[in-house]
């Protein structure tokens, strides 16, 4: 399975003689995965079954589906409540009395009145709902299978910019190696100055102790298993980039790797150039991460 994001939609319409239905289903971005069914009264026992093929399909995201169905009124739907309309005519003499001079009461009258006539939604039968619902489940893989396709394309996308991104961080990688290079000349020439001061502070200081400081400084200053952390991670981003299946939460670790030597690299910077590098390097890997957050 290609890399996909989390974001997707798709609807997809239906009918048979009865009715007519419309599937919805929508998914954004989530740390797991996230069903949220809207199903019209009487389908409650579908829930289970389009939660499972969600599950069979998708990893991560918060999905939220939703079946609206418009039933087909076909002859003998209308008829008429006796017990309302008897109640009605119950309450003519009464009103009768109170009322001198009320007309008789018409048919069209009594037929006008709240809750005489009466809709029957006879096609609505539960043998009906039962028969109905291999339709339907057919119709959200439908549904599904568009969503997927939407989540694939927006992946490729996503993928392409990752990938770009990592390349950015690979060349900041090098540009923080180049200028490491260059930092021991730097590096012995503060030494010198810190060295020639710390003498006239403390004559007597030996020669291995200086040793000691010398050693401790260049071992401040080197970043060089922070650059090769950074190489290796750089590597592995690209791995996981050009494989399929559910990649987003090895990504999401692999940022905070990055992050940590990024930021490891920027307290042992000594000059300008190598701190505006790091700071560019932990920009663009905040940028990555911002994106892997939408990869399933």
């Known amino acids: 399975m290609p890399i996909q994001s989390m974001t997707g939609y798709a609807r997809t319409e239906g009918s048979v003689e009865i009715c007519s239905w419309v599937w919805e289903a929508r998914g954004v971005n989530g740390k797991g995965l996230d ?15 389009v939660r499972e093929k969600v599950k069979q399909r998708l990893q991560r995201g918060n999905i939220s589906l939703s079946l ?3 039933w087909v009124r076909q002859g003998g739907a209308y008829g008429i409540n006796e017990d309302v309309l008897n109640s009605y005519i119950a309450m003519l003499p009464e009103l009768g009395e109170k009322v001198p001079g009320l007309k008789p009461a018409s048919l069209d009258g009594l037929l006008a009145l709240k809750g005489v006539i009466e809709t029957r939604d006879e096609a609505v039968t539960e043998s009906a ?14 549904t599904l299978d568009g969503m997927l396709v939407m989540r694939a394309d927006e992946g490729a996308r996503l993928a392409a910019v990752l990938s770009q991104q990592v390349g950015t961080i690979e060349e900041l990688c090098a540009a923080a ?10 590096i012995r020439l503060r030494l010198k100055q810190q060295v020639e001061a710390l003498l006239e502070d403390v004559p007597t200081l030996s020669a ?33 980039l050009s494989g399929d299946g559910t990649i987003g939460r090895k990504l999401d670790f692999l940022c905070q790797e990055f992050n940590r ?14 701190t505006r590098i790091g700071l560019d ?13 939408n990869i399933e």
């Open 208 to 240: 291995e102790r200086l040793e000691q400081e010398a050693a401790l400084l260049m071992t401040k200053a080197d970043i060089s298993e922070e650059l090769d952390r950074l190489t290796a991670h750089v590597g592995a981003a690209r791995d996981l």
């Open 129 to 142: 709902r039962d028969e109905l619902q291999p339709v339907l489940l057919s119709s959200l893989e439908e």
């Open 177 to 186: 190696a180049k200028s490491a290079a260059m930092r021991p000349v730097a």
């Open 35 to 49: 069903v949220r069914c809207r199903l019209p009264g009487g389908f409650d026992a579908l829930e289970s079954v």
């Open 68 to 70: 609206n169905i418009e």
């Open 281 to 293: 390097l932990k920009a663009m890997i905040e940028q990555f991460r911002e994106q892997v957050q």
């Open 261 to 274: 030597e990024a930021n490891t690299l920027c307290s042992k910077s000594g000059d300008v150039e190598l």
